[in-house]
């Protein structure tokens, strides 16, 4: 059964940084588009950023409120998906999950057909 597992999620300072891995398991998600959103309660699940391989290149795409900040990066060697997060604020905190899709677009969770189970990230001092 394909799985992805979250971790690396946490307490940290304003102005900190942390590392979210996604641990994928139980089938190759190397053609998949990977993707990173967020949900805090009584708001929907938001899109963070994605990643593909698209033949030539690891393409990236970012919501605009982490551009700059974080990046999503692979290492199909194990196979993990990263989110380095930097510059954190409290508006970073939020349920971050790890999905996978088949899809072209990127942006909408709908088109992510695999999630993990999500991982916590708080931002304050």
């Known amino acids: 059964q394909a799985q992805l597992i979250e971790s690396g999620g946490g307490l940290v300072q304003p102005g900190g940084s942390l590392r979210l891995s996604c641990a994928a398991s139980?089938?190759?998600?190397?053609?998949?588009?990977m993707g990173w959103f967020r949900q805090v309660p009584g708001k929907e699940r938001e899109f963070v950023a994605s990643?593909?391989?698209?033949?030539?290149?690891?393409?990236?795409y970012y919501a605009d409120s982490v551009k700059g900040r974080f990046t999503i990066s692979r290492d199909n060697a194990k196979p993990t998906v990263y989110l380095q997060m930097n510059s954190l604020t409290p508006e970073d905190t939020a349920v971050y999950y790890c999905?996978?899709?088949?899809?072209?677009?990127?942006?909408?969770?709908?088109?992510?057909?695999?999630w993990g189970q999500g991982t916590q990230v708080t931002v304050s001092s």
């Open positions: 999905a996978a899709s088949r899809f072209i677009t990127y942006r909408d969770r709908r088109d992510y057909e695999y």
């Open positions: 139980g089938r190759t998600f190397a053609s998949y588009r």
């Open positions: 990643g593909n391989w698209n033949g030539l290149t690891w393409a990236t």
